[in-house]
């Protein structure tokens, strides 16, 4: 059954060792964390266990959390942060596979190009199209466009400035365009 | 195809979910987090007084050297024989036995 306490009554409780109040939190969050962490790296394992990790950090950091931040917001910043080091964790890995292998066998398998017609799935070719971008681009995109984000609240969250985040988001909004043209008729 | 579509398709994506089960599994990991093994808490105490110490100890150390240099200027030897202590070598200790070679030589010739 779900716990409708307030986030301030659930974070109490759950400082003080109540864990179906810090699991109510889990559950009220989980899909703010996924939309951050699957847009960001893709489904998959990584992005569960980085979601894991999220709720985890969130947990340690209870008796220092004082509330002036909403859940949601602190949770977001989190997410986005593990998730941006394990894009780089990724790239200093592909990096060294592709020292060792061929590179552009390496870049094909890496980025394989659906077919419109065949992957119609939304979803699919929306994070394709995600991976397109870069990391920093790709945060701005997650952020204000996919989570509904203020600009502000992408800016505090990303550490950048506000103009920085209107210009990221005009810039990829730029590169997406061709990606997602086949949406137009699905 | 302008700023807008591209925004209006963005949004159409479906939300993002985690596998079924997430809630579990996090809950899995914060419980296994509680019961920390005490070998573990004692080294998490053991870091913590070693975090601590270290500020002291090394601003100790730093007052201890800058102690000994001060007290070696003006008298000629080594800076860094003044700072680790090391007494001053004269000509004399070349031609006079350590106390510890005089124990080897009666080791040796019984």
Known sequence: ?186 | MNDEDVLTRLKSAPKARFAPGFADRVMARVLSEREVPPASLFARALRRRFVRAVPVALAASIALVVWSAAGAHGTGRPLLDVVLGLPPVVLEDAYTLSPLAILEEIEVVP
């Open chain 1, 1 to 186: 059954m779900l716990d409708h306490s307030p986030d301030q009554e659930l974070v109490g409780r759950s400082r003080g060792g109540d864990a179906d109040a810090f699991r109510a939190l889990v559950e009220r969050y989980q899909g703010v964390v996924a939309g951050v962490v699957i847009r960001m790296l893709g489904h998959g394992d990584e992005a569960d266990d980085v979601g894991q990790e999220t709720f985890l950090r969130f947990y340690k950091a209870l008796d220092t959390f004082r509330g002036e931040a909403a859940v949601k917001t602190y949770l977001t910043r989190i997410a986005m942060n593990l998730s941006l080091n394990a894009l780089k964790r990724r790239r200093r890995l592909r990096q060294r596979l592709v020292r060792w292998s061929d590179p552009g066998a390496f870049a094909a398998a890496s980025a394989p190009v659906p077919d419109p017609v065949v992957e119609a799935e939304r979803s699919e070719l929306i994070q394709w199209a995600l991976g397109q971008l870069d990391d920093i681009h790709r945060a701005v995109v997650v952020m204000r466009v996919l989570e509904d984000r203020s600009t502000r609240e992408t800016a505090e969250a990303l550490g950048i400035p506000e103009g920085t985040v209107l210009s990221r988001l005009s810039r990829a909004l730029k590169k997406l365009a061709p990606h997602l043209e086949p949406l137009r008729s699905s």
